[in-house]
């Protein structure tokens, strides 16, 4: 079956294996053979089509796969090719009757309910490295000797609205992964074909409403490899709300925000100034001799917006690049959503640890106490990697733990100097104790919990931290049944990378926590659906319940 015979109203049979079953008296086996072969050769097909149309609607997209049927006729050897036909067709018809009303049963009868949900499922599969492993992929045979995300790109590209709308179909914790298991260039190339092959015609101008995203979404804005996932996320989740926004114009918006977000994040602050002027002023000369020709290149189509606006939004990438954030509290909105979900469980582990009686000498930044900085600081380490920005500046969670969302890095780093290491290493030594976590903390467990080298903080306090996060995270692990000797990085993607929401009540803070990939294993142990008390809150106890149970 060829890739595009998928999205026509076909009956594809592959195969058919006939067996004949003839009387000793039959005077010629093979002219009698033949005629029964061509009667399945010539008409059956046809005959079943004209059946088939019959229980399906015009506006029934839907796609069956039969992986085999075993039919048994009787016909006289005499008849006619034609009245052979027609007996062998209600035979066949008849059972596929009464296949199609059974339910599929996922082995021998698949069905997805259009070509769009049948390639979503390949893209999983492809990139999972299953799909040549289910039989009712044939339809992708052409692209078994090309590299999982080479075919990817391959498939969802051939018929780019389609493909499309197969990657906004997908959960997203789904679509994460996929994003994940990417190379940025793929991902670049993927929707650059998405933009050119676009068939909304849409002239929209789409950079308002690309920045309210990437200004109230949690994205690493700091890295150049996350460029282009970040401007897939995007740019699938407007097409989402409206199929009609697609194409040049919408990747246009998308990549050159981006790229002024990076530029500003890897700028002095006196070099983003004089970026930011050059495209305020709308001097093009000036813009590609600060920001070089390639990154002046992807900003040159902010150049048409009011310089108003882009004052506005360079004014506010500024301040999140320097870690300070707006105050869009949970308070204020009685409502809020982050995308560490996971520290909800890791938070009444963190409140075993006694901050302020070893932090009672040290100094505090601004109107942020050090207990609750140094349990944000350990919070920020537990999450690791790339996701250290991003928690950094992650609204709810700083209201959560009452930090200043005026704080910047640079202030917590100057504080480091007022911080007493001795308490430091007796408050570890207390946590070692507490938690009692028999492994040692590996190389890559090591850099993994590494504050980036932008934040600045020395390294032995950097260190003392990492420890502190570690046994946390520890702890964590020793309640997971069967995981206790899984690394961190492991524990933290499969147990602890998730969204959630929290609502304000007058009476506690009810939380709903996304679907981590192991959430049967947290489900077991009880964590997602629990209630907890934090001293260093205030008396409301935190109820946690699992979204993905009803």
Request: proline share 5%; aromatic share 8%; glycine share 6%.
């Amino acid at each position: 079956m060829a890739l595009d015979e998928v999205e026509k109203n076909v009956l594809n049979i592959g195969r058919i294996e006939a067996n004949y079953v003839l009387s000793t008296e039959c005077p010629n086996p093979q002219q009698t053979k033949d005629r029964l072969d061509s009667a399945f050769q010539q008409d059956l097909g046809d005959r079943l089509c004209s059946i088939l149309k019959q229980w399906f609607s015009e506006n029934d997209a839907s796609i069956w796969f039969i992986r085999s049927l075993e039919i048994e006729a009787s016909v006289n050897a005499g008849w006619e090719r034609e009245q052979i036909a027609s007996t062998i067709t209600q035979q066949v018809s008849g059972q596929v009757r009464h296949t199609l009303t059974s339910k599929p049963d996922g082995e021998n009868v698949i069905r997805f309910p259009d070509r769009t949900a049948f390639l979503a499922h390949f893209l999983v599969e492809i990139l999972a490295g299953t799909a040549w492993q289910k039989w009712y992929f044939e339809a992708f045979e052409g692209l078994k000797l090309l590299p999982p995300a080479a075919a990817f790109r391959t498939a969802v590209c051939e018929d780019s609205n389609i493909g499309l709308a197969a990657l906004r179909q997908l959960p997203e914790s789904q679509l994460k992964n996929v994003i994940r298991s990417l190379d940025h260039n793929e991902i670049r190339r993927i929707l650059e074909t998405f933009a050119l092959k676009s068939d909304s015609g849409s002239k929209s101008n789409y950079f308002q409403k690309v920045w309210e995203i990437i200004d109230t979404s949690p994205l690493n804005l700091i890295r150049r490899e996350e460029e282009w996932p970040n401007a897939m996320h995007i740019y699938l989740q407007i097409s989402r709300e409206d199929s009609r926004h697609s194409g040049i114009p919408l990747l246009t918006a998308i990549t050159s925000l981006l790229r002024l977000a990076l530029c500003l994040g890897e700028s002095s602050i006196e070099r983003g100034k004089g970026l930011l002027a050059a495209l305020i002023a709308g001097n093009l000369p000036d813009l590609y001799k600060r920001a070089g020709s390639a990154d002046g290149e992807a900003l040159s189509s902010l150049l048409v917006q009011p310089p108003d606006w882009l004052k506005s939004v360079g004014t506010q990438l500024e301040a999140r690049m320097s870690g300070k954030i707006k105050d869009n509290s949970l308070w204020e909105d009685e409502k809020g959503n982050t995308r560490f979900g996971g520290l909800f469980l890791l938070l009444p582990i963190l409140d075993e640890l006694p901050f302020a009686e070893y932090t009672e000498a040290w100094a505090q930044p601004g109107d942020t106490s050090a207990p609750n900085l140094l349990r944000f600081l350990i919070l920020v380490k537990c999450c690791g990697g790339r996701n250290m920005q991003q928690l950094f500046v992650d609204p709810l969670v700083r209201n959560l733990l009452h930090i200043n969302p005026e704080l910047a890095i640079k202030s917590i780093v100057a504080w480091q100097d007022e911080i007493k290491i001795d308490n430091l290493r007796e408050l570890l030594q207390v946590a070692e104790q507490i938690y009692a976590s028999p492994q040692q903390m590996q190389d890559d467990e090591h850099i993994s919990l590494t504050f980036p080298e932008e934040f600045g903080f020395a390294e032995e306090v950097d260190l003392l931290l990492s420890q502190m996060a570690y046994a946390v995270l520890g702890s964590f692990r020793q309640r997971l049944p069967g995981f206790a000797a899984s690394s961190i990085p492991f524990i933290y993607h499969n147990f602890l990378d998730f969204p959630a929401s929290i609502e304000k009540k007058p009476d506690r803070l009810v939380v709903s926590l996304g679907n981590p990939p192991l959430r049967l294993v947290l489900n077991l142990t009880g964590m997602m659906r629990r209630s907890y008390l934090l001293d260093w809150l205030d008396n409301r106890p935190i109820e946690l319940f699992d979204q993905g149970v009803s």
